[in-house]
């Protein structure tokens, strides 16, 4: 290898990103633009959950437990109904994604009896908000049926009689608020270098190809290993300046808790980055088309990232063939490594298989996208 | 005007069919994401990793164990002698969740006082910890009520909560809670955007970068007539990739489609003008492939991640939220999951419809302005 060679190359390919301000402004400005829109819009957060009420006994019993529905800051109350075909109208329109029914004679039923029911039809098309705001039913109910049994007992002047409670004390470690920021935004970060990496390395070489360049390239001393090399370097300080800027955003503008190194997260996200790159080189070595290779960098990218990686969909919940291809997605490594590095402040050894994995990643990425490249015309 | 914009098509498919590898990356892409789509999205908290230690070694606290071990969602994958294993189980992420029993636990009980259970979580992931959380609560409280019954009838008979309501809720249009069936119909308009407006953009800067727009632009072609010849094609391979996607999901998936075929062509036609129309207005501000492609992932992604996909929008801060307003794919989705799974019709739906269409007619207008402009 000539290192003049692969810093004249290396020349050529920053001036040619210099000489690009479009696209190295896309470079730049992309990180800042994700990060605001992915920091803030993903959110798993599910509060004030908007709630239709139909009471059709309207007591004062009925009233109180609408009350404290609204009351606890998981519902907002949207919409009062004024009767039951209403609760399909609203649930079709979607203006509500749950419904309170207070049957007709229920404080009745529940002065006579000590039990009645309430019941409640969720918009169950997003399973998961709907699973969540069951929980949170369950727990006003549970909270306000406390609350009753201690006022009758008080009424009948008699002592509540606990016969044996149970007292949870839930303790949340890593996440205390259960904050999904703090858990989604060291993802995001993998997530959007993952893509900004891809689409700066993915035309790099078909562009020379379908420019009509590659045929000066070749006629070229340099070696395909210089060229890579070459070819890369610039790619790769942007990278990391995209990198340094993401990693800032998520600590001090969304203030995710760092209680890892700064050693281990530079030289974890020097490695994802050279990972990231490669891929987009090697593509662009083998699609010589640029609508081609960036085709494929998208598909083999946002997908495989989003899904896969394990930044909003858990991994160990997913069927057992899913969770071997996930062994084949770059980003599903580094993001256990960002998260474990930001919230648990693991250190290289507590990491060291993933760290691993993207050292082999690196190395069998590289090997043969330098293969993979000859300097041949046809 | 027609037969030059037929010639034009008839260039347009041809240069789709000569690249023969352009079928492939179309369709087995598409494929292989819908199938990862419908297995690895998943909100869904089963088997969750849990460590238990029991330091009570009583009746009570094996039972309560027990209650854990058969309901299905926790996986015992550790029997901890000590606390400082647990806080190890949780440190490497072997364990989710512990549960810690205390000494004293069943004599609390017994005695009739309250008895303290302590539960840690994981938080790192925080949905799947409150889903956890949610389950826990349950089965304690399911626990309790056996206690009660079982061991001091008599008592309980006595001190019967004057007051204790029941909550009967009812999953509508998703008994099941499939997360599958929120996230399939997803799928049909996320994919399509993404392929859609990429095929279009490239289309357009391609022949700028390679040169042969001026050849076209000497020609007696309209730029109207360009730009219908160039969307068109786009516009069925948008329209099969909705159908393709529906049918995998329905036949495969197993995903119910109670609405009406129609009303779904309809919202698809006006998302795909959308679709379409931004696709062309990318291709007015690159120069070439690469920017476009930059453009492309700049764009697209934010239209796919607020859209309501797999995060809610009610979630989102307002100014975001203001954005999903001029995203065709937030509208799009309400419509093909309203047609699955609820079966709504026209009545309901055409707001969005509307929305998409003016947002559809908006892009494209202003592609078509920007599109002569760039020809001065």
């Known amino acids: 290898m000539n290192v003049r060679r692969l810093f004249a190359i290396a020349f050529k390919e920053t001036l040619q990103i210099w000489r690009d301000p479009r696209s190295l402004a896309i470079a730049l400005l992309m990180p800042a633009m994700q990060m605001g829109l992915l920091g803030y819009g993903v959110s798993l957060d599910i509060k004030r959950v908007p709630l239709c009420v139909y009471d059709e006994e309207n007591s004062q019993t009925s009233r109180e437990l609408v009350r404290r529905f609204v009351a606890s800051h998981w519902f907002a109350a949207a919409h009062v109904l004024a009767d039951e075909r209403a609760i399909r109208d609203a649930m079709d329109r979607g203006s509500c994604i749950g419904t309170v029914t207070i049957p007709v004679n229920f404080s009745r039923v529940l002065g006579a009896t000590g039990t009645a029911s309430v019941q409640t039809v969720f918009d169950a098309t997003d399973a998961n908000t709907t699973n969540i705001s069951i929980g949170y039913a369950q727990g006003v109910i549970a909270r306000t049926t406390g609350d009753f049994a201690a006022r009758w007992a008080a009424a009948r002047g008699a002592r509540a009689q606990p016969a044996g409670q149970i007292d949870l004390e839930p303790r949340v470690w890593f996440n205390e608020g259960l904050d999904s920021r703090n858990f989604i935004i060291p993802g995001v970060v993998a997530v959007i270098l993952g893509l900004i990496g891809a689409q700066l390395t993915s035309l790099t070489i078909s562009r020379e190809w379908e420019r009509g360049t590659m045929e000066q390239l070749v006629s070229t001393p340099v070696t395909a290993l210089e060229l890579m090399i070459g070819k890369l370097m610039p790619y790769f300080a942007i990278g990391l300046i995209d990198a340094a800027f993401c990693l800032c955003a998520a600590a001090f503008w969304f203030q995710v808790p760092f209680r890892g190194s700064i050693g281990t997260l530079i030289l974890t996200t020097a490695l994802f980055t050279l990972v990231v790159l490669g891929i987009g080189y090697l593509l662009s070595v083998r699609i010589r088309s640029q609508l081609g290779a960036s085709q494929m960098a998208v598909t083999l990218t946002m997908m495989p990232i989003t899904l896969l990686s394990g930044y909003t969909f858990p991994i160990d919940q997913m069927p057992a063939p899913i969770q071997a291809m996930t062994l084949l997605v770059h980003a599903r490594y580094f993001v256990t490594i960002l998260r474990a590095v930001f919230l648990k402040g693991s250190t290289i050894v507590d990491l060291a298989v993933p760290i691993l994995a993207l050292v082999l990643y690196a190395a069998a990425i590289i090997w043969i996208a330098a293969r993979s490249f000859r300097k041949r015309l046809d | ?376």
């Open chain 2, 1 to 376: 005007m027609f037969e030059r914009l037929q010639v034009m098509l008839m260039k347009e498919f041809l240069e789709l069919r000569r690249d023969r590898w352009a079928m492939f990356r179309l369709i087995v892409p598409l494929l292989v994401q819908v199938i990862a789509f419908g297995y690895a999205a998943t909100f869904t908290v089963n088997h969750v990793a849990t460590a238990v230690l029991d330091l009570d070694h009583s009746q009570a606290s094996r039972s309560l164990l027990s209650h854990f071990a058969a309901n299905g969602r926790f996986d015992i994958v550790d029997v901890a002698a000590t606390e400082r294993q647990v806080t190890r189980d949780l440190d490497t992420g072997r364990a989710t969740v512990a549960i810690v029993i205390h000494a004293g636990f069943s004599q609390y009980l017994n005695n009739g006082r309250t008895a303290p259970l302590q539960v840690s979580v994981d938080g790192t992931n925080s949905n799947t910890a409150l889903i956890a959380l949610g389950y826990v609560s349950l089965i304690v409280a399911q626990f309790q009520l056996e206690q009660a019954a079982g061991v001091w009838p008599a008592r309980t008979a006595a001190a019967s909560p004057g007051s204790s309501v029941v909550l009967e809720e009812r999953p509508w249009f998703n008994a099941g809670l499939e997360d599958r069936w929120f996230f399939i119909p997803g799928v049909i308009g996320t994919l399509t955007l993404i392929q859609v407006v990429s095929l279009t953009a490239f289309a357009v800067v391609r022949e700028r970068e390679v040169g042969t727009l001026e050849q076209i632009m000497v020609s007696p072609i309209r730029p109207i007539e360009f730009i219908l010849g160039k969307a068109t094609p786009f516009f069925l391979i948008g329209l099969a990739e909705v159908a393709l996607i529906t049918v995998l999901g329905v036949l495969w998936f197993h995903i119910p489609f109670v609405g009406s075929p129609l009303l779904m062509l309809l919202g698809a036609s006006f998302f795909l003008l959308a679709a379409i129309g931004l696709g062309l207005l990318l291709s007015t501000l690159a120069r070439t492939q690469q920017q476009a492609f930059a453009l492309n992932f700049f764009l697209v992604n934010p239209f796919f991640i607020l859209s309501g996909f797999a995060f809610p929008i009610a979630a989102m801060p307002k100014v975001l939220q203001w954005f999903t307003l001029i995203n065709p794919l937030r509208y799009f989705l309400v419509v093909i999951r309203a047609v699955f799974l609820k079966g709504a019709g026209l009545d309901v739906l055409w707001p969005d419809l509307a929305a998409m269409a003016l947002l559809g007619t908006g892009m494209f207008a202003l592609s078509v302005l920007r599109f002569r402009k760039s020809l001065d």
